[in-house]
């Protein structure tokens, strides 16, 4: 494993561990200090390493440790994988199911599933059909709002149907065109662009 690979693995790793323990509770300084420390050698200094160095570990509080813990994880644009919140998994293959019902509704039968890739460096869920998928993943942070997922499942379902059938899914009866998938007060929802974007119907509930 090259250098720069080995670093950017400690980095996460660390970056693990503090999510976990501010999750769970019990955040200790060793972490903290350990990845404060890479960072600053490494040339990637912020406000939140120069303090946990600056300061004796022995003078850190919990509320210091937990407030510099989220700087850490938010100067890092940390997001947690799978591994580390199975809700997250969990959330996505519900959208999926919501979403086969759509793709009944359209005829079509063959197996939807969600997958990861080992050459996926970054952990993302592929949707599978007939042993394919295309498209861009869906990022495990999708997985953080119900409504969030159902869109990107949505979505990720219709890249995988063009990449593979070549055929328009889902198809607006009105206007012959294909559905894209979007929010409406939040809501996921399939629209479509005949005549000015309209709502067709929620996500999971095609007629």
């Known amino acids: 494993m090259h250098s720069e690979e080995r670093a950017k693995q400690v980095e996460d790793e660390l970056l693990g561990r503090i999510y976990t323990a501010l999750r769970d509770g019990g955040l200790d300084a060793e972490p903290v200090l350990e990845l404060a420390s890479l960072l600053e050698e490494w040339g990637e200094s912020t406000p939140a390493t120069q303090e946990i160095l600056e300061r004796p570990a022995a003078h850190l509080t919990a509320a210091d440790l937990t407030r510099l813990g989220e700087s ?87 890249e995988t149907f063009m990449g593979m059938i070549l055929k328009v899914w889902p198809v607006c009866a009105t206007h012959g065109r294909g559905l894209h998938a979007g929010y409406e007060h939040r809501m996921a929802v399939w629209r479509c662009t005949g005549d000015g974007t309209h709502t067709v119907a929620p996500v999971g509930e095609l007629p």
């Open 72 to 158: 850490l994880l938010r100067d890092a644009n940390f997001e947690p994988s799978f591994a580390l919140e199975p809700r997250l998994w969990a959330t996505l293959e519900h959208a999926l199911e919501v979403v086969k019902r759509d793709v009944r509704a359209g005829g079509i039968t063959s197996t939807l599933r969600l997958v990861t890739h080992d050459w996926d460096s970054r952990g993302r869920a592929w949707v599978e059909f007939q042993g394919g998928y295309h498209g861009n993943g869906i990022d495990p942070i999708a997985g953080c709002s119900a409504q969030g997922a159902l869109g990107e499942v949505a979505d990720a379902v219709q």
